[in-house]
């Protein structure tokens, strides 16, 4: 079984609905991760969560929120969808005992906004 | 503005061939990390590597941290089908524990 699981894995939804995005892990670690991924421009962070009780803006927060509802669950959701919110989304984990923060992915879920 | 510069940003090559993939950047990284992604698929980490200089072979994949930790390389030797992927580069600059992550190289390897 896959160790970080994002359902769902596509989604296709039109601009002003809400969407929710969720992510679960089984490798036990503390510290979560939502990125979305543009052509051409890499991975960009979202928002993290070091632990249950904490949770931090990333690079483009503006339209997204997140609920760690557990240590291994950690959900996105988009208020009000619009089409430039259409991208993949990948949620990622680290280990909070590790120094070198490497991060283990999900298989992406592929939202589209029309 | 921190920025992992990455190239080239699209390469297709014969199966046999040799190549190298460039990740630079004007700051300095306590760690830089690689990762593979398939389509479909999220991103696999394939190494770290720490000290300014190192070295590190991963069977045909050779990566090499810069000495002054500001770049990274990956070499292919002998690349095959299977070696086709986006290839990603991070940095850690160990300060706010995000990764500074650059836009990929996307390898094709023809049979």
């Known amino acids: 079984d896959a160790d970080v699981t994002q359902t769902p894995r596509n989604r296709i939804t039109k601009t002003g609905k809400r969407i929710m995005l969720e992510c679960s892990q089984t490798?036990?670690?503390?510290?979560m991760y939502w990125y979305r991924q543009d052509p051409g421009l890499g991975l960009r962070l979202i928002y993290y969560?070091?632990?249950?009780?904490?949770?931090n803006k990333g690079e483009i927060s503006d339209g997204y929120s997140v609920s760690r509802q557990a240590q291994a669950k950690f959900s996105l959701s988009l208020e009000s969808a619009i089409p430039n919110q259409t991208a993949l989304y990948f949620c990622?984990?680290?280990?909070?005992?590790?120094?070198?923060?490497?991060?283990?992915f999900g298989p992406g879920t592929r939202l589209t906004v029309l | 503005t921190q920025l992992l510069e990455q190239s080239p940003q699209f390469l297709s090559i014969q199966e046999g061939e040799n190549l190298t993939v460039y990740c630079n950047s004007s700051s300095v990284f306590s760690s830089l990390q690689w990762y593979r992604q398939e389509p479909g698929e999220g991103p696999v980490l394939l190494v770290t590597v720490v000290t300014g200089g190192e070295v590190k072979k991963l069977k045909r994949l050779t990566f090499q941290f810069g000495d002054a930790r500001k770049d990274s390389s990956l070499h292919i030797t002998a690349a095959q089908p299977g070696d086709t992927g986006l290839y990603l580069c991070a940095g850690d600059m160990d300060s706010n524990y995000q990764l500074i992550w650059g836009a990929g190289t996307k390898l094709i390897i023809k049979p």
């Open positions: 969560s070091f632990d249950v009780k904490d949770i």
């Open positions: 990622a984990t680290s280990d909070q005992r590790g120094i070198l923060n490497e991060q283990f």
């Open positions: 490798k036990g670690h503390d510290r």
